[in-house]
């Protein structure tokens, strides 16, 4: 584990704890086989990076509520809940080192399940009686099932453009990260200012986040990602590192990557090959740079906030996107 | 068409044009593939009995409100919603008389669309500003996604009790006709008194609906049904008209109905046989009998109501109910 990561996670360790309970007491399923599939990814070990956001958003805006981990919860299991539609969608085998839930329960049920936890996401928006949050959280479930209509939509597509690439990953991440910053501001009372300025933090983090997301699909190693590098490109889905570097492909260059894009069973010795290619054109050093300059407009977001613990680990947390192997 | 779907369908022509036009203008997909496939669905000639019940609802209460068809489309959209992705879990051929939206699309598409519509709903739900329609919308979402697990849990299990039969119908069905009736009333700042009363009137209308649609599986002809009869117990789902004849049955009579119902690809002949055992030991009479007492107490629970155009037509939808032949 990086010092940075050990440092936020010692920080944060009430907060963690405090959405784990409250993980399993609001999921509250009626039907077993629903509480179970539930539980096998939303207790897999995830990193709660979303609940986290939205409770230190509002103890940064200096919000005492002691319902806070409650409510966080519900951007958790809005994560789960399009977590198991799209390993399903993308045919994954694995998720944070576990068989996906649909190779465990069936395609079926995972489909259910997914609805379930979605249902119980908006029972617990309901209870914050916030038109605003609610407004926020319908917003979010729009976008995310669109954006990963049109990443579906995309795939197999060598013409992606960086913008449509963009288009896609503000809705499938970066307007969910965006939301929980804003519900913790929303839930301290925030005025639209500060709300505005969480927006921001969240949203440009989120960029980062999938961003580096994307990076680690060519740049990690099987251990540490959980799955097998290169799934992106198996499903032949375009980003940003492969988008850059095919602008900067000469002819030749571009033959020879496309050529192990069209193949999905590519060997291990064709995938080094096409990222020694990434690195060479670029394709590497400008996702982290972008990465890098969303994580520098979220840091600059705080800046009208005042010092606090909770706004030193937001931008900790900022800082992390960017190193993380996971 | 039987007189009596002929003189409603006359009656509320001008509700229903409305509906299809507010189905149209909330749908407002951004990505195409959504919208396409959405529409799949949507315009394929469903009854709008949802968005009908939760209209009439509200004019019954005496509600001159003209979004009444804008927010009535929410339960169409939610309906739509669940289909998609029952289809899919049932890997079901056709709906409607055309091939599934999964079988036109694929899965993947189906999964997404399914969440994309349901995002909808959710939006218009939050748009009405009413804490109890947002809270009886969640509720639903709940309970139908978890009374289809438990469905799918049941397939295939034999000794399916009638009351597991009631819980899981309730959950999948009649929640959602209570919702719209409950959701009118709401509309219409009726008495809690009287949302009650639409409440049970909804309830009872959606157990004596599942009940006739279990039926119509057993006795109804594939033009008229736009589907294959026979679908329910070929993926091993146990409805009434088979739980009652079971529990009638002598061990002979229901070891020939267990070997039908042991091999999916049973024979015309052998599914008439079946029919004919499910006639004689009273499982169609039984659960037409059923169906036919919620009709009564769904009639019963309007009588607190004003005499109205809207509150025959309520009733008359209640009497079509069990004379429906698809």
């Not at 007491?25 to 990193?47: M, T, Y």
């Not at 395609?107 to 928006?125: M, N, Y």
């Not at 970066?174 to 969480?198: I, N, R, W, Y």
Request: hydrophobic share 45%; net charge negative.
């Amino acid at each position: 584990m990086s010092d940075l990561k050990a440092k936020i996670l010692s920080e944060v360790a009430d907060e963690l704890s405090a959405i784990e309970r409250e993980l399993v007491e609001n999921l509250s399923p009626w039907s077993d086989l629903a509480g179970e599939v539930a539980g096998h990814l939303l207790f897999s070990g995830g990193k709660r990076l979303r609940p986290l956001l939205m409770i230190l958003a509002a103890r940064a805006c200096g919000s005492e509520r002691e319902d806070l981990s409650r409510y966080a919860v519900l951007f958790e299991y809005l994560h789960a809940a399009t977590l198991i539609h799209d390993d399903l969608v993308d045919e994954a085998v694995t998720r944070r080192g576990k068989p996906a839930a649909h190779h465990v329960y069936g395609a079926p049920e995972a489909v259910l399940t997914g609805d379930f936890i979605l249902a119980r996401c908006l029972s617990l928006t309901a209870q914050t009686r916030n038109f605003a949050i609610i407004d926020e959280i319908c917003g979010i479930t729009e976008a995310m099932s669109q954006g990963e209509i049109q990443q579906l939509h995309n795939k197999g597509r060598l013409d992606l453009s960086e913008a449509e690439y963009l288009d896609v990953i503000e809705r499938k991440t970066a307007v969910l990260l965006k939301g929980a910053c804003v519900t913790g501001a929303l839930l301290a009372d925030q005025s639209p200012e500060g709300v505005e300025a969480f927006g921001r933090f969240g949203w440009h983090l989120g960029m980062a986040f999938q961003m580096a997301d994307d990076l680690l699909d060519y740049t990690a190693d099987l251990e540490a990602l959980g799955k097998e590098p290169g799934a992106d490109l198996r499903e032949g889905k375009l980003t940003l590192p492969v988008i850059h570097a095919l602008a900067k492909a000469s002819p030749e260059e571009r033959a020879m990557m496309e050529k192990v894009m069209a193949d999905p069973g590519f060997t291990s010795g064709a995938f080094c090959a096409l990222v020694e290619k990434l690195k060479t054109l670029g394709g590497i050093d400008y996702t982290r740079a972008s990465a890098e300059a969303h994580v520098a407009c979220a840091k600059e977001a705080l800046k009208v906030l005042p010092q606090s613990r909770e706004k030193e680990l937001l931008l900790l947390v900022a800082d992390y996107s960017l190193e993380r192997k996971s």
